[in-house]
Nanobody, 123 residues
Framework: QVQLVESGGGLVQAGGSLRLSCAAS????????MAWFRQAPGKEREFVAG????????NYADSVKGRFTISRDNAKNTVYLQMNSLKPEDTAVYYC????????????????WGQGTQVTVSS
């Protein structure tokens, strides 16, 4: 498994931006897909965005397309989530996840998870 530590969450007004980071250690970072999920109170954890090992493929939930951008820096063992035009409905705990070779929008495809970082968007 790989150890993941998220950072960058916080409180922001609607329309604002945040950049989340996820630092990885313990396994060859550049060999596996990475993803961001989120979980709001009382709701199931949902897929937000994913990126393959080479950054040649990305996938986004419909709710964040055009507003969020996932990227990775394999030299720094870090994956990012740039979040723009934030809405109150984006409020959730955001989790970084590491998985296999391809991006899959299911929690069961990922075997390593971070502790989560809170994102709160005020109206």
């Amino acid at each position: 498994q790989v150890q993941l530590v998220e950072s960058g969450g916080g409180l922001v007004q609607a329309g604002g931006s945040l950049r989340l980071s996820c630092a990885a250690s313990g396994r060859t970072f550049s060999r596996f897909a990475m993803a961001w999920f989120r979980q709001a109170p009382g709701k199931e954890r949902e897929f937000v965005a994913g990126i393959n090992w080479s950054s040649s493929y990305t996938n986004y939930a419909d709710s964040v397309k055009g507003r969020f951008t996932i990227s990775r820096d394999n030299a720094k063992n870090t994956v990012y989530l740039q979040m723009n035009s934030l809405k109150p409905e984006d409020t959730a705990v955001y989790y970084c996840a590491a998985g296999g070779a391809i991006v899959v929008a299911r929690t069961t495809a990922y075997d390593s998870w971070g502790q989560g970082t809170q994102v709160t968007v005020s109206s």
